[in-house]
């Protein structure tokens, strides 16, 4: 597949660092700018600075969860894509990320072809919303 969307920033939200340094140098290699924050507390202090055109985020994370830092994600940037990354795998936690504004819920262990659709996906839809907001 290729990258439609070179240098676009993401950012990774995840407490495993296992998880943060494999994502970020799979998603790296396609040409993205990536960082990384280790909760959603790390996360909601970088977006201001960084200014991510989607995020990739855990829903289990210590001081505050996925669910929660989505909820103020959408609220405060609504133009930002979220992506659920998750290993708990619960159609009702899903669906309430999906009401809430997730783009998409994507389960671990990590298809990365799949994941790599789903930001190309994330950044379109987010470009056309942009190009939306821009006409009279």
């Known amino acids: 597949m290729i990258n439609l969307f070179p240098n676009s920033k993401i950012l990774i939200?995840?407490?495993?660092?296992n998880v943060q340094k494999s994502?970020?140098?799979l998603i790296s290699k396609?040409?993205?700018?990536v960082q990384v924050a280790c909760d959603g507390e790390d996360a909601l202090s970088k977006?201001?600075?960084?200014?991510?055109?989607c995020i990739l985020l855990d829903i289990k994370m210590p001081y505050l969860n996925g669910k929660d830092t989505l909820?103020?994600?959408?609220?405060s940037y609504p133009t930002i894509e979220v992506i659920i990354i998750s290993g708990i795998n619960s159609s009702k936690i899903n669906e309430d990320c999906l009401a809430d504004g997730a783009f998409s819920c994507v389960s671990k262990p990590?298809?990365?072809?799949?994941?790599?659709f789903q930001i190309i996906q994330?950044?379109?839809?987010?470009?056309?919303?942009?190009?939306?907001?821009?006409?009279p």
């Open 110 to 116: 990590v298809n990365f072809d799949f994941l790599f």
């Open 13 to 17: 939200v995840d407490d495993d660092t």
């Open 71 to 75: 909820k103020m994600i959408k609220f």
């Open 30 to 33: 396609e040409n993205f700018v």
């Open 47 to 53: 977006i201001t600075d960084f200014q991510p055109h």
């Open 122 to 135: 994330a950044l379109e839809l987010r470009l056309a919303k942009e190009a939306a907001d821009e006409k």
């Open 23 to 25: 994502l970020k140098r």
